[in-house]
């Protein structure tokens, strides 16, 4: 699988405190035509202050899979699965660093934010946190799916209701997803058009990520 990833022939950005002064390592995944540039100055730039060292992965053609996240999901592969073994290759590499799952948190926008959420959804692993500014699961909508287990994992679901890429009703529905797989989960959907990431789905981010300082029971299959 690796000599045939595309995705894992290209480098990932670093922000952020150095890793043994940050507290959670945030696993940053960009949107389609965008980069880790993109999010640095979208996220990071706006969360500077925390003590979180960010891992920002970048798709080969700044793209994570051809077609939409709301066809059905062999439309999208193999590139759907080589980009989910990316971002397992990059969590396995933070673990082996010193950051456990229960120590790192997934967080994307839009394609990124599908990509984040599928990979939450679909892991072995217990992860900190998940925040998927305007994204959802990945797959055609009513779409029946393994139930995953996630008890009390804190989920931000954020998206605004005429959004021109990302239905509304999709992002509903992933967040009924993790509500029957037991997270904790914050919708916030808001009025406007606009295609980006606000202020104050900043601050929910920041929210999210503060709370989750506290200790947090690890996972068996972290251990």
């Known amino acids: 699988m690796e000599a045939s990833n595309p995705h894992l022939g290209t480098a990932t950005a670093v922000f952020g405190p150095a890793a043994k002064r940050a507290k959670l390592a945030v696993i940053l995944v960009h949107g389609r035509g965008q980069s880790p540039a993109w999010m640095r100055q979208q996220v990071v730039d706006r969360l500077d202050d925390l003590p979180v060292t960010w891992h920002a992965p970048a798709a080969e053609g700044a793209s994570w899979y051809p077609e939409r996240f709301i066809v059905p999901v062999e439309r999208n592969e193999p590139r759907l699965s080589q980009a989910l073994a990316a971002l397992a290759h990059l969590s396995d590499g933070l673990r082996r660093h010193g950051f456990p799952t229960s120590r790192q948190v ?93 202020d104050d789905e900043i601050a929910q981010a920041r929210a999210l990520l503060e709370s989750v300082d506290a200790s947090m029971p690890g996972h068996e299959g972290d251990r």
């Open 106 to 198: 997934l967080m994307g926008f839009s394609q990124g934010a599908c990509l984040c959420s599928e990979f939450v959804w679909r892991s072995p692993h217990r992860y900190r946190g998940l925040v998927a500014f305007t994204g959802g699961l990945i797959g055609a909508p009513g779409a029946e799916r393994p139930l995953a287990s996630l008890p009390n994992l804190p989920v931000l679901l954020s998206t605004w209701d005429a959004d021109p890429h990302v239905p509304l009703e999709s992002v509903q529905e992933t967040a009924e997803w993790f509500r029957k797989a037991g997270a904790q989960v914050r919708l916030h959907a808001g009025a406007g058009t606009e295609h980006g990431i606000r």
